[in-house]
Nanobody
Framework: QVQLVESGGGLVQAGGSLRLSCTAS????????MGWYRQAPGKQRELVAT???????NYAESVKGRFTISRDNAKNTVYLQMNSLKPEDTAVYYC????????????WGQGTQVTVSS
């Protein structure tokens, strides 16, 4: 089973930057994709960005040009660089990992709070 450890959340002023990281550990055959989702109060969880083992990325329209997702396969770590943050980016950010053992599984991190003040 995979465990995910997230870090990097916090409080920042609008226009500022934060970097989130998430490291996967445990027993698995391969990690197919990792990514970040977020959930604001009273809203559903939504995709922020994902990256596959081959480096293909996918972004929500609302973060394109401001957020960058990257991955270090050797460290089983995914990063989310968030620039030009806006108050509407305030949410709990969850790391997501899709891996095989070789049976396919999906795992969520515990979440990290990102708060952007205006």
């Amino acid at each position: 089973q995979v465990q995910l450890v997230e870090s990097g959340g916090g409080l920042v002023q609008a226009g500022g930057s934060l970097r989130l990281s998430c490291t996967a550990s445990g027993r698995f055959f391969s990690i197919n994709a990792m990514g970040w989702y977020r959930q604001a109060p009273g809203k559903q969880r939504e995709l922020v960005a994902t990256v596959t083992s081959g480096g293909s990325t996918n972004y929500a329209e609302s973060v394109k040009g401001r957020f960058t997702i990257s991955r270090d396969n050797a460290k089983n770590t995914v990063y989310l660089q968030m620039n030009s943050l806006k108050p509407e980016d305030t949410a709990v950010y969850y790391c997501n990992c899709r891996y095989t053992t070789p049976v396919a599984y999906e795992r969520w991190g515990q979440g990290t709070q990102v708060t952007v003040s205006s």
